[in-house]
Nanobody
Framework: VQLQASGGGLVQAGGSLRLSCAVS?????????MGWFRQAPGREREFVAA????????DYADSVKGRFTISRDNAKNTVYLQMNNLKPEDTAVYYC????????????????????WGQGTQVTVSS
C-alpha cells in the first residue's frame, strides 16, 4: 500500500485548504480505515479524522469538528480532508494513514494501529 499526500500550503486564519491522499497498491481498499493525523513541532502526532472506506462512516477529533470534513472518492482511490476556518493552532505536518479493518469495531484514533503512512504535507496557518 502506498499513500501520497498533497495539498498543504500557507493560508491565513479563517481560510481553507483541501488535502488529498492518493492510495495505490494491490489491496482491497474497502477493507481499510483511512485516517489523517498531524504533528506540530515538539508535539506528539495526533488524530484528526478517519473514514471507514466501505461504509463511509467518519470520526473527528473534537478540535476540528464542524471545521474539517473527511471524504473519499472510490473512483480515484483518494481520501480528502477539507479544512475550513483554519486557525493558527492547526499548523502542523499532516499525514494520511491506512489501517486494515480486522473487526467490526475499529479504533481509529491511535496512530500505532495504522500500518501504512504517507510522507506528510505541511500546513501553515498565519494569524
Amino acid at each position: 500500500v502506498q499513500l501520497q499526500a498533497s495539498g498543504g500550503g500557507l493560508v491565513q486564519a479563517g481560510g481553507s485548504l483541501r488535502l488529498s491522499c492518493a492510495v495505490s497498491g494491490r489491496f482491497f481498499i474497502n477493507s481499510y480505515v483511512m485516517g489523517w493525523f498531524r504533528q506540530a513541532p515538539g508535539r506528539e502526532r495526533e488524530f484528526v479524522a478517519a473514514i471507514r472506506w466501505s461504509r463511509g462512516s467518519t470520526d473527528y477529533a473534537d478540535s476540528v469538528k464542524g471545521r474539517f470534513t473527511i471524504s473519499r472518492d472510490n473512483a480515484k482511490n483518494t481520501v480528502y480532508l477539507q479544512m475550513n476556518n483554519l486557525k493558527p493552532e492547526d499548523t502542523a505536518v499532516y499525514y494520511c494513514a491506512a489501517q486494515p479493518m480486522r473487526s467490526i469495531v475499529v479504533v481509529t484514533t491511535l496512530p500505532g494501529l495504522y500500518e501504512y503512512w504517507g510522507q506528510g504535507t505541511q500546513v501553515t496557518v498565519s494569524s
